[in-house]
């Protein structure tokens, strides 16, 4: 007599209506957490409580479940934001469907690259057109020399999936308050006449090209490969880069780059490590030569724009692929973060005595997530886009949070 396995009798019984649902869930948590190429589908089943043979009826193989996840949380955001014009109703309705979506952004960002091209095209028009449906709502009755509505709307976009990335520091309970609160902030921002500081742009602000090989090259070697690298990183993904990719770039061997990094990852570390330790000299400067709080977070953000435009492809590495590091790597980058954050929420205190620490915290996390979110929009990096950025970054860390 054949004996069946334990998981499929116990499937066969007590088999849940929404498993299908449960997968999923389940799946889209560990791609966000560790990464689509560092999950296998029995972590999926495990995690489940299910055999794999159960988890093979409902999805044939794991890019499935990756296309499904983005399917579902894209499809929650074109439900929210279908048929409404008026902004702040699209506002409320994407923060209501931010917590059971907010993987999206950590998702794209560095796992789309295991989509074929076909289905990447969709889902980026998919995205775009939320995006753009909410601009829509934001540029209605808007005055012409607001901030622009599409700049507006993905920073919205960012805020509501920057929970993805990093939890916010405050109490479940507050934490669709505070965010309500930063997404109103950025839909008023954009709907009062601009007042942009002068950010006349210099060389070192304009953005890194997309092509890692256009202009030139620095003559030492092991520069040419750790830029070229980093912004490979962020517009293939970082698994899906190779020394060989890199070397070509450059003009070298792809064993060659061992000649100055031991591995791939020694080449994120590196870069991670750059992009940390030139925000800390920045801030450094800025509290040098300030007199009070107000006027160190206004430069802060000017900074901080700046740096984000020019450096986008670091932001875009630091958000998406640090899961590749080694724990002793990541959890060095996780308090230089928490540190650097600390700074800027005791002067928001320092400003805003009525805040809580963690409320003062969430909106500079929120006021980061602006910046960090439009400078990895392609098609608004350019001339002014820190200026907009920095506005609607600074509405954010004075947004009035209700009781």
């Known amino acids: 007599m054949t004996t069946l396995p334990a998981d499929a009798v116990v499937d066969r019984r007590t088999r849940p209506k929404d498993r299908k649902q449960r997968i999923l869930i389940k799946a889209a948590e560990l791609f966000r957490a560790s990464g689509y190429a560092a999950v296998a589908m ?127 520091p405050v109490p479940p309970g507050d934490r669709d308050r505070v965010l309500s609160a930063a997404v109103r902030a950025a839909v008023e921002c954009a709907r009062r006449p601009d007042s942009s ?81 030139a925000m800390w000299l920045e801030l450094g400067q800025v509290l040098s030569r300030s007199v009070d709080a107000a006027q160190a977070l206004d430069d802060l953000l000017a900074c901080y724009a700046r740096f984000a435009q020019a450096h986008w492809d670091l932001i875009a590495v630091s958000l998406s692929h640090s899961v590749a590091l080694d724990d002793e790597a990541l959890l060095a980058l996780a308090r230089a973060y928490q540190d650097y954050v600390g700074e800027w929420r005791r002067l928001v205190q320092a400003c805003r005595p009525e805040l809580r620490s963690d409320e003062a915290h969430a909106l500079v996390e929120l006021a980061l997530a602006v910046i960090n979110g439009v400078v990895r929009v392609d098609n608004l990096r350019g001339p002014v886009l820190p200026g907009h950025a920095q506005l609607l970054a600074k509405a954010v860390l004075n947004a009035p949070l209700a009781v």
């Open 42 to 168: 029995s972590d999926i089943a495990a995690g489940v409580g299910i055999g794999p043979s159960a988890l093979y009826r409902h999805y044939r193989n794991k890019q499935e479940l990756l296309l499904a996840a983005f399917d579902q949380a894209l499809s929650r955001y074109e439900e929210a934001v279908r048929g409404v014009d008026d902004p702040f109703e699209v506002a409320r309705n994407v923060v209501g469907i931010a917590a059971q979506s907010q993987t999206l952004d950590a998702l794209w960002s560095r796992d789309k690259g295991h989509v074929g091209p076909v289905a990447r095209s969709d889902l980026r028009v998919r995205i775009v057109e939320v995006s753009e449906t909410i601009a829509a709502a934001i540029a209605k009755d808007a005055p012409p020399d607001a901030v622009p509505a599409d700049a507006a709307a993905w920073s919205i976009l960012a805020m509501v999936n920057w929970p993805g990335h990093r939890p916010l």
């Open 197 to 277: 500081p002068d950010m006349a742009p210099r060389v070192t602000d304009l953005p890194v090209p997309m092509d890692p090989g256009a202009g030139l090259l620095p003559v030492a070697r092991r520069e040419a490969v750790l830029n070229a690298a980093i912004t490979m990183f962020a517009v293939h993904g970082y698994s899906n880069v190779s020394l060989d990719d890199i070397g070509d770039v450059v003009g070298i061997a792809g064993p060659s780059v061992y000649n100055h990094f031991s591995s791939k990852r020694e080449l994120l570390a590196c870069g991670l490590d750059r992009a940390v330790a």
